[in-house]
């Protein structure tokens, strides 16, 4: 009896210990891998919003479903308003996935759709990293939410679901509807412009 009540302390000694050590590396780099993925985000406004220039881009707060959010407003080279790039993130199949969607200057239009992580199951669900995939987003509408349909897509709110994959597809589309639907209601009359 002794020996499993020493055995469950070292399992919990083992644990604590553990568990700070985590802590300590997430508190040490998690400031690191925010920057990374606000630096990668940067990177991707020219290909999520057409004509924007990645060095005009200007972060701004707004207060979407209750808390302050950062969201990115793009310009072209002469300094014009052009779209949009907001983050999104939602529960995929397998993990949180986490969406850049480009939309025009006044939230009507997906420009584009980048995926900033997902831990989806491999040469699956993962499939929604794809140019293919994401391609499937952009040009539609924002006025209804977007469903995902088996089929080829017969209205401009659908969107063919990844084969094998339909929970993914079906997990991005819902953040995507989600993080649209709140930004139009935060979105300053007239586009923001």
């Avoid at 002469?78 to 939230?107: M, N, P, S, T, Y």
């Avoid at 900033?116 to 939410?145: C, D, H, Q, Y």
Wanted: proline share 5%.
């Amino acid at each position: 009896m002794v020996r499993y009540l020493v055995q469950a302390w070292l399992v919990l000694l083992l644990a604590l210990g553990f568990g700070a050590a985590l802590a300590a590396v997430q508190s040490r780099l998690g400031p690191r891998i925010e920057q990374n993925k606000r630096d990668e985000t940067y990177d991707q406004v020219p290909r999520l919003v057409a004509g924007a220039v990645k060095e005009r881009t200007r972060e701004l707060k707004l207060k979407i479903g209750g808390e302050e959010r950062a969201v990115y407003k793009a310009f072209d080279g002469a300094g014009r308003h052009v779209g949009w790039v907001i983050k999104a993130a939602g529960q995929g199949f397998a993990d949180v996935i986490e969406l850049l969607i480009g939309l025009d200057r006044r939230g009507e239009t997906i420009t584009g759709l980048y995926v900033l992580e997902n831990k989806e199951t491999p040469a699956l669900g993962n499939k929604i990293v794809e140019p293919a995939f994401r391609g499937r987003f952009r040009g539609k509408p924002t006025a209804r939410p977007l469903k995902v349909t088996k089929k080829p897509p017969r209205a401009d709110n659908e969107i063919l679901a990844i084969s094998g994959a339909t929970v993914s597809s079906e997990s991005v589309t819902r953040i995507v509807n989600a993080a649209v639907a709140e930004f139009k209601r935060a979105l300053p009359a007239g586009g923001g412009h």
